[in-house]
């Protein structure tokens, strides 16, 4: 589909590989001017007019990566804007509103974290731009380049030829080529130079020591003991009454009707004997004054 582009990778690839190299080592400023947009030099061809020759052209090819380092495995994505010059690159035919424009392009990728030190890449990418009248500047889509780092470094993706193709929406893949765009013979610094780079980064590990200059010893093994249910505790509760005994041990005699603290019975008269005499006392006063009031009763 690309004209003449075969005959010229070769040496874009050995000027892209010496280029890259002085890249890498500028490093973090190499990086921040790859994204200001540059120009490179394309011939392009109308393919849909066979007795048309090459138009020299010159695109300000926008290549930028991401603005801060991936990290290996992850997935970078380098944006590839095209601007077309004054005069523009016109459109040959009317573009309808149902159709596409699709480009279909290469790119060299290589450095250090690439899974091949230098490879080229089909991107491609498509818009649908809506009518565009015959003799308008043609429109361009941006292609989304994907890249997967596997370690730390600098990679790079480089412009290369690229096909501009038109068709219906609805029957995806049969556009027809309406440009080929070739990089001019010579220019191939220019698309070097307009290269994104994609810095490949990983954080460094930090330790802190928190020792505090004693060891204790952490045990290897822990006994581990299986609990069992306790079994039930039966309490028995026995009341004894001492009988007093002499020295002899034998025993003399059986307090009763005594106090509590079990000594009552050798203690003297009980307090009850009291109350009973006092009882009949006064019992036999007043039955002594009943009598005698009754003689006198008997004598008046």
Known sequence: MLTSKARRRLAIKTSAIAVLGAGI???????ASS???????????????????????????DLAGPLTAVSPSATAVVTWKMTLPTPSLPAPSAIAATERVVVDADVVVT?????????????????????????APMPLPTILVSLTPTARGTMAVIPQD???????????????D????????GKE???????????????????????????TPTPTSTPTTTPTT???????????????????????KTPKAGADTGGGGDMGPDGRMFI?????????AGAGGLMIRRRGLNRG
């Open 25 to 31: 080592f500028v490093g973090v400023p190499a990086l």
């Open 35 to 61: 994204m200001v947009p540059k120009p490179v030099t394309y011939m392009c061809k109308n393919v849909l007019n066979a007795a048309a020759q090459p138009t020299e052209v010159k695109f300000q090819m």
């Open 111 to 135: 450095g250090t974290p690439n899974p091949l030190p230098t490879e080229t890449r089909t991107v491609g990418a498509s818009s649908t731009p809506g009518a565009v009248a015959s003799g």
């Open 162 to 176: 690229f096909a501009l193709l038109v068709g219906p929406t609805s029957a995806a893949g049969s556009e027809l």
């Open 178 to 185: 309406w440009y080929t765009c070739d990089i001019a013979p």
């Open 189 to 215: 610094a220019e698309a070097t130079a307009a290269a994104a780079l994609v810095t490949v980064a990983t954080g460094t590990p930090t330790s802190t020591n928190t020792s505090t200059g004693s060891t």
């Open 230 to 252: 306790p079994k039930p505790t039966k309490t028995t509760t026995k009341f004894v009454t001492e009988t007093p005994k002499d020295n002899n041990g034998k025993v003399t």
């Open 276 to 284: 009973l005499t006092g009882s009949l006392l006064i019992l036999a």
